[in-house]
């Protein structure tokens, strides 16, 4: 029967060299004409196989006969190197798939190649350019690390009174995860539901004047660890997304108008809720601070940007020295926008800018946008600001190897023993032992967050 060829071939177009493999599986071979220089009969006849295309000359040159089993097919592809001593296919030879890696140190054969030349007759270049060809690329694929997306805002409702339902629908349509209110007007430390699956956690001494809360989607309540409420002026949340501590502030500093001691009084409450943060966890503030940052960033640049609106106030200066101590970003300064998607206050013929959103400094990057949503008349005065924020989920590396220092492995010990209760043996039950290990040796300082 006959054997197995590859056919080179001048190309239709271009005077470039161009290979097209035919591999012949089974079949009658009895009708090859005597003239076919690629027929069993011809080769019997010691008639060369290979032809080369010269584009400078336009002639066909043939090189000496190669050995049966074996061809030098850099001579074919341009000169390299890496395609000497490819496998000739003949009757009995493997597969092409398999003649894709002749030897251990050759990415592809001249037969890989031909298979990914296609019906168009061009090159199709492995390991180097050539001249004429095209290089085929390895294309790494990235792994992305996961990500949670989250939607971020804050509101002056003026009341909650008659206006759960609707706020609800607000946060729907907009497609709100968090919002801190400010001004809710309601008495008590409580949860409350105000449909669509949104829950309210509020607090308030009065129900004529101040009051904090933080509506989450349904899908967040469940992730709640901590509710902190500090006074009717701030309360927080913490919550784990995914591995990833999020803690969620409201706030609403006192007026223009309210007394010197009221306001250092609720400065120093939003200081002890920042510092009792660890620095590791994220941080984003929802608040209405009664005051403005003012336009343009000059000697600030590192705590906000310089899309504000007017000039600074005394109150907006004691944002921006707030966030110098705490190393916080005045987020919404940040995104060039509007006026109109910047002012957050309007009544009569005023427009300012008083309700801000804040985070780390070193998290500002999983910010990708901020502005002010028009449109809505749950509260006539205030504008709800919402900021779009990524969490890039990290996963906790324990590093036992720091067992090996004595004062973490005598850490270790102590922690493990209270959580056993004082028992020098270890109980049957492995499982419970084992989860009580990798906890306690998680909590000994002995891990890191790496990305995914």
């Known amino acids: 029967m006959a054997p197995r060829f590859i056919r080179v071939l001048k190309p239709p177009q271009h005077n470039k060299v161009a290979v097209q493999g035919v591999v012949n599986k089974e079949g009658d071979y009895g009708d090859f004409e005597d003239s076919d220089p690629f027929s069993s009969r011809a080769q019997t006849e010691n008639l060369h196989t290979f032809y080369s295309y010269s584009s400078s000359q336009n ?15 850099s001579s074919v592809f341009g000169g390299n190197a890496r395609f000497e001593d490819a ?42 350019r050539s001249r004429g060809g095209r290089r085929v690329h390895r294309q790494r694929v990235k792994r992305k690390g996961k990500s949670v997306g989250l939607r971020i805002g804050t509101l002056n409702v ?92 409201s706030g609403y500093a006192p007026q223009v108008g309210c007394e010197l001691e009221e306001k250092e009084r609720f400065w120093s409450e939003l200081d002890e809720v920042m510092e009792s943060i660890p620095m590791g966890e ?8 009664n005051g403005r940052v003012g ?44 006026e109109e998607h910047r002012v957050t206050y309007k009544s009569g013929g005023r427009r300012t800018q008083v ?32 900021c779009r924020m990524t969490l890039m989920v990290c996963k906790k590396k324990t590093k036992w190897w720091k067992l090996k220092k004595e004062e973490c492995c005598e850490e270790f010990r102590e922690k493990l023993r209270q959580a056993l209760g004082g028992q020098v043996v270890l109980p049957d039950d492995w499982e419970t032992t084992a989860e009580v290990i990798r906890e306690k040796g998680a909590g000994c300082v002995i891990w890191k967050e790496e990305r995914r």
């Not at 940007?305 to 919404?332: I, P, S, T, Y």
């Not at 998290?363 to 600001?385: F, P, T, W, Y």
Request: net charge positive.
């Open 355 to 386: 309700d801000y959103i804040l985070c780390r400094r070193g998290n500002l990057k999983e910010i990708s946008d901020c502005k002010v949503v028009v449109g809505e008349s749950v509260a006539r005065q205030h504008r709800m600001v919402v």
């Open 158 to 249: 003026g009341t909650m009174t008659g206006k759960g339902r609707e706020l609800a629908d607000m946060m729907e349509r907009r497609k709100v995860d968090i919002l801190c209110v400010q001004e809710t007007r309601w008495k008590g430390s409580k949860a409350r539901s105000i449909g669509a699956g949104f829950k309210l956690f509020y607090y308030g001494v009065d129900s004529k004047r101040n009051g904090v809360g933080v509506v989450l989607k349904e899908e967040f309540v469940r992730n709640v660890l901590e509710v902190k409420r500090v006074s009717d002026r701030v309360m927080s949340l913490k919550l784990e997304i995914e591995g990833v501590m999020l803690n969620v502030v």
């Open 87 to 128: 496998p000739l296919i003949n009757r009995g030879s493997p597969p092409p798939s398999k003649l894709y890696r002749s030897r251990p140190g050759l990415t592809m054969t001249a037969i890989g190649a031909v298979d990914l030349q296609g019906a168009g007759g061009n090159w199709a270049t492995v390991g180097g």
């Open 282 to 289: 994220r941080v984003v503030i929802g608040v209405d601070f």
């Open 295 to 338: 336009e343009g960033n000059t000697g600030d640049e590192e705590m906000m940007g310089k899309f504000g609106v007017k000039e600074r106030n005394l109150e907006g200066q004691m944002v921006v020295d707030f966030a110098k101590r705490m190393d916080m970003a005045v987020v919404n300064t940040y995104f060039q926008k509007r």
């Open 59 to 73: 002639s066909l040159h043939s090189p000496p006969a190669p050995p049966t089993s074996n061809i030098n097919q």
